[in-house]
């Protein structure tokens, strides 16, 4: 068994979520999480997700706000389209598709974001645990 406890890169927009909300809720998971929090999720790089994984993230969530929602324009509809754009990269990299997740905030509010959250560790803590034990080593030489 895989003891290696899963690092997660946390996105998210700075005027949808309350930072200090999030770090009471991830507080209680045994994950590595790492918030960065960003003036809109839309000034989320491409190179900002590659650099997480580069140092060594398992998986990263790009949290926004709802749909036509978003302070400036269409940030939240950037985001989502660059986290799909890096997803597609993990993939032709040999690493796995679905190691990205867009969370987006709606009716349910926090504990909805919270949930969706608490999925994606799950989903991340298993890949994580099924991954062969060289498979970073073979994906490096290749």
């Not at 998210?12 to 790492?34: F, G, M, P």
């Not at 994984?53 to 400036?72: L, N, S």
């Not at 986290?83 to 796995?96: F, H, I, K």
């Amino acid at each position: 068994m895989n003891d290696h406890i899963p690092k997660i890169y946390l996105f998210h927009c700075a005027t949808t979520y309350d930072q200090k909300e999030l770090i009471r809720s991830c507080s209680r998971q045994d994950d590595e999480i790492k918030m960065v929090s960003l003036p809109c999720s839309g000034k989320l790089d491409i190179l900002y997700l590659t650099k997480a994984f580069d140092t060594g993230a398992d998986g990263a969530v790009i949290m926004i706000c709802k749909e036509g929602e978003c302070r400036y324009m269409e940030g939240n509809m950037r985001a989502r389209k660059r986290a799909q754009a890096v997803d597609e990269l993990m993939q032709e990299a040999g690493l796995g598709k679905g190691r990205t997740k867009v969370i987006q905030m709606d009716d349910e509010g926090i504990a909805g974001v919270i949930h969706k959250l608490e999925d994606f560790r799950l989903q991340i803590k298993t890949m994580v645990q099924n991954a062969p034990a060289n498979a970073a080593d073979s994906s490096s030489s290749a």
